[in-house]
């Protein structure tokens, strides 16, 4: 995922559905300068973690199929 899509996905009043190794995630914050984002998985309170934007992935919406 790119720094662009991931901050437009943070913004977005929508839920927009995004994975991390498969696992749904929250996205909280993006670091831009190191392309990392603040994920925190759902059901997994309080876990925040740093990972690479390229580990991300956009579930395709029924709006996009």
Do not use: C, W
């Not at 995004?18 to 997994?44: C, W």
Request: proline residues 3%; aromatic residues 4%; negative net charge.
């Amino acid at each position: 995922m790119d720094k662009k899509r991931a901050q437009e996905i943070i913004e977005s009043e929508e839920m927009i559905k995004v994975t991390h190794e498969g696992e749904p995630v929250y996205l909280n914050a993006v670091d831009e300068e190191n392309e990392m984002a603040h994920i925190q998985p759902f059901g997994n309170v309080g876990r925040e973690q740093l990972v690479a934007l390229h580990s991300l992935l956009e579930e395709e919406s029924e709006q996009q199929r």
